[in-house]
Antibody, heavy 121, light 112 residues
Framework: QLQLQESGSGLVKPSQTVSLTCTVS??????????WSWFRQPPGKGLEWIGY???????YYNPSLESRLTLSVDKSKNQFSLRLTSVTAADTAVYYC?????????????WGRGTLVTVSS | QSALTQPASVSGSPGQSVTISCAGA?????????VSWYQHHPGEAPKLIIF???KRPSGVSDRFSGSKSGNTASLTISGLQAEDEADYYC????????????FGGGTKLTVL
């Protein structure tokens, strides 16, 4: 069974950088037919898509975050990562990684538990 | 503001059935049979319970069922159990682009 686990910065000061990693176990990140995505949920609000990356390294970013966002993949470690710069309090949220099945369908078949990122001085 | 509209909360007693609606538009729910539903217990990983409008992943109880009419999708949970108390989110494919999915704002299910 595929499992995803987020790790990384928990408390970050304004203007600093959030770095998160999603470790995938129980399946290969290099398998075709999937994208590897990041989402977030600010307190009391709904889910917001951040972006996704394919095993090839091709990326797609939420236009509202694109100027501050970098996604990367490390196939040797079966991990993919997020880097968000110049953070503000508005970036405080629970961040989730997930696998999206898009070959012939469209759904998020596996998620991590999420990790809370708090932006505060 | 979420692209898909769900009721903020629903409730039901054990053994009853509840239905959660997910209202979209002609460009998402109305155009594609690619609606999925997720169950989320706080502190746990969200879980896929319905995909392609009506399909259940292996291991998901048949008490969960999905349907769609026009621009609105629905999730029905029959024979409510205490462990069904959770947040439920819908998601629909919305066409190719930078990201093809749109989410609902989530519905809190309370089992009375």
């Amino acid at each position: 069974q595929l499992q995803l686990q987020e790790s990384g910065s928990g408390l970050v000061k304004p203007s600093q950088t959030v770095s998160l990693t999603c470790t995938v176990s129980g399946g290969s990140i290099s398998r075709a037919g999937y994208s590897w995505s990041w989402f977030r949920q600010p307190p009391g609000k709904g889910l917001e898509w951040i972006g996704y990356i394919y095993h090839s390294g091709d990326t797609y970013y939420n236009p509202s975050l694109e100027s501050r966002l970098t996604l990367s993949v490390d196939k040797s470690k079966n991990q993919f990562s997020l880097r968000l710069t110049s953070v503000t309090a508005a970036d405080t949220a629970v961040y989730y990684c997930a696998r999206v099945t898009y070959s012939g369908s469209f759904y998020l078949d596996s998620w991590g538990r999420g990790t809370l990122v708090t932006v505060s001085s | 503001q979420s692209a898909l509209t769900q009721p903020a909360s629903v409730s039901g007693s054990p053994g009853q059935s509840v239905t959660i609606s997910c209202a979209g538009a002609s460009g998402d729910v109305g155009s594609y049979n690619l609606v999925s539903w997720y169950q989320h217990h706080p502190g746990e990983a969200p879980k896929l319970i319905i995909f392609d409008v009506t399909k259940r992943p292996s291991g998901v109880s048949d008490r969960f069922s999905g349907s769609k009419s026009g621009n609105t999708a629905s999730l029905t949970i029959s024979g409510l159990q205490a462990e069904d108390e959770a947040d439920y989110y819908c998601c629909s494919y919305a066409g190719s682009g930078t990201f093809e999915g749109v989410f609902g704002g989530g519905t809190k299910l309370t089992v009375l």
